[in-house]
């Protein structure tokens, strides 16, 4: 990331260079010498949480927009879908079955990929959670295209490392998943969402409670693969129960290809924001 601006001060990072190569005292190799912001123990102290929110919400935002990214299309999804020519190492045969879905992922990711690129590249660019799964299929159609992708990772107390269809210079890692999932909204002109478990499941209903709430505007959100979603969401319960209005119902379709996702996304008319919530 490279900082265009210019002034006539002596910038931070030449002093962080001249620091590191004072002469070795014990009060240079005392902590409280340190510069605060190459001071890697202060800075993740418990009371410098509110900087690192800051920090982890700025540096994507500056190198988002960089690269001259406007808009983004947003892929959820789970992890744990294979390819279809690997499905026979799935866990279950629900998620064998489910491999379908890598396939419309990617396929529905090159044909938004190529869209993109039509109009210069700098709306309707693919962004994933950077993972394994429906999350690498997503990164790989947008490779397939010959265009650019986002990819969100986040730390785990397991190994996990970005797929390798993410465009490097927009691969970015992240400590708090709040931040994460403001990244993942941010610059959101639709919402695909694919098969997936509590992540997704997470992920979902955190756009359709902002949809809802009038807290966001009203972007296509798309359910790939009605039976799945309806086998594990009785959406019309919901509804019937009172906790959700019967309008609530109306802010997400459901797909099944890509190419339907791409009609549907086409079709949807202009986003607006709810100013009031039905059955309140």
């Excluded at 800075?43 to 990214?69: A, S």
């Excluded at 959700?244 to 079709?267: C, G, H, P, W, Y």
């Amino acid at each position: 990331m490279s900082n265009k601006h210019q002034h006539p001060l002596r910038d931070a990072s030449t002093d962080r260079t001249a620091a590191d190569g004072v002469s070795v005292t014990p009060q240079t190799q005392a902590p409280a010498y340190k510069l605060a912001f190459n001071d890697f123990d202060f800075m993740c102290r418990d009371d410098m949480r509110p900087v690192r929110f800051q920090l982890e919400l700025l540096k994507p935002e500056t190198m988002l927009n960089e690269y001259g990214i406007d808009s983004t299309i947003v892929l959820f999804g789970g992890a744990r879908i294979p390819e279809p020519a690997k499905k026979d190492t799935a866990r279950t045969k629900t998620l064998a079955d489910l491999s379908r879905f890598y396939d419309e992922t990617r396929e529905f990711a090159r044909l938004m990929t190529l869209k993109s690129m039509e109009g210069g590249g700098r709306d309707d660019v693919i962004v994933t959670g950077g993972g394994p799964g429906v999350m690498e299929a997503g990164n790989r159609g947008a490779m397939d295209a010959g265009g650019v992708s986002i990819g969100l990772n986040i730390v785990l107390p397991f190994e996990q490392a970005p797929n390798k269809y993410v465009t490097p210079d927009l691969c970015f890692n992240f400590h708090y998943f709040a931040i994460r999932k403001m990244h993942f909204l941010m610059r959101a002109k639709a919402i695909c969402v694919f098969p997936g478990g509590f992540g997704t499941l997470d992920e979902t209903f955190e756009a359709l409670t902002l949809i809802q709430t009038g807290r966001m505007q009203r972007v296509p959100v798309l359910l790939f693969g009605r039976a799945f979603w309806e086998s594990i969401i009785n959406w019309d319960a919901l509804a019937d129960a009172g906790t959700i209005s019967t309008e609530d119902l109306n802010l997400f379709r459901f797909v099944e290809t890509a190419q339907e996702a791409m009609e549907m996304i086409k079709n949807w008319g202009e986003p607006s924001a709810r100013e009031s919530v039905p059955g309140r």
